[in-house]
Each structure stands twice: as C-alpha cells, then as structure tokens.
C-alpha cells in the first residue's frame, strides 16, 4: 500500500511539473511581444502608450492565468528591461492586480501597428467615411436613438448593475478578488 501511494505521488509530481512547464508559453510569449513592443516603440514616435497598455493588459492575463506569473517571473531572463520598464511605465506594475484592462494585449498590437502605417495613397477612405458622418451628423444622432419603450434609464441602470455583478463572479472564479472597480487607463503623457 506505502508503495503504491508513493507511486501515486511521484506520478502527481511528475504530472503537476509537466503542467507547469506546459504554462511557461505564456511567459515566453509574453516576453517577444513585448520586447517587440518595445523595439517598434524605438522607432516609431507617440507609441509609448501602446507600450503602457500592453504590459497592463499582459501582466493582468499573468495575474489571473493558472498558474500566476506575475511580471517579475514574465522578465525573469532579463532583469534589466524590468527595472528599466518599471522607471518608464510604473503605472501597469502598481496597477494590474486592482483595475481591469479595457482591451486585449493583441488589440494594442494591432492599433501600435496600423497607428503610424503610411500609406502611399494617403487616409482618403477614412477622411471621407468621417466627412461623410458629420455630413449627416443629425440624421445619424436621430436613427441611433433607442426607440424601444423599454429602453429607460432605470432599465440600462439595471442592466449595467447585472453585468457588474455577473464580472464580479467571474473575477471570483479566476481569484482576482482586489478589483477597485476601475478599468486601467493608460498614461499618455510620454515624452
């Protein structure tokens, strides 16, 4: 019987290790995309907050992943870029465990990467669409407005309380219990 139990624990250590290796991906991912991050940020002017946002939203999927790898295990191969992160972007490290991010990791990539794109036929598409809008500004303000008679103010109040409370469950259940009820905002005022 002893036997057996330590063969069991052996197996239960065997396989808890191979999980924890499985789950080291995350850190290893995370690391590229935001040393990448960093590298476009070098050259491309006013994408720091792109920068900002990312290491919030990563280092918030690092809190709430199974296992937690928290940012000084994601920069554990390279303890100068995170003291170096730390001095330039303080604002994710004091806040991702208290406030939720408003977007993915992937969707910053995506904004850092077509924010500055130059493209050789200009931004006449997106100029017109907006020309087009304020053009009939009024007739879109009238054609967006709720006309269901259920659409009231205590009714959306009352809805946004049902999501806030159902969000509050599932932070439960990914243990990240310290939520302050705001969601992060990144800084902007880089130089």
Not at 45 to 68: T, W
Request: with cysteine; proline share 5%.
């Amino acid at each position: 019987m002893f036997l057996l139990s330590w063969l069991n624990n052996g197996e239960q250590q065997t396989r808890e290790e191979e999980y924890l290796e499985s789950q080291q991906g995350f850190r290893r991912n995370a690391f590229k995309i935001i040393t990448k991050m960093l590298d476009w940020c070098n050259r491309t002017e006013g994408s720091k907050k792109f920068v900002d946002e990312i290491l919030y939203s990563i280092f918030f999927l690092g809190k709430i992943n199974n296992p937690q790898f928290l940012p000084e295990m994601i920069f554990a191969d390279d303890k100068q870029i995170l003291e170096n992160l730390k001095k330039t972007y303080p604002k994710p490290f004091e806040l991702y465990s208290t406030q939720l991010p408003r977007r993915s990791p992937f969707s910053c990539v995506m904004d850092m990467t077509t924010d500055k794109q130059q493209w050789p036929y200009g931004h006449c598409a997106e100029a017109e669409s907006v020309s087009n809008l304020l053009k009939k500004e009024n007739d879109v303000k009238e054609k967006a407005q709720p006309t269901s008679p259920t659409c009231t103010e205590t009714n959306r109040q009352r809805a946004k309380e049902r999501v806030v409370r159902h969000l509050r469950g599932v932070l439960r259940k990914v243990e990240f219990n310290d939520w302050d009820n705001n969601y992060y905002t990144p800084q902007t005022n880089y130089s």
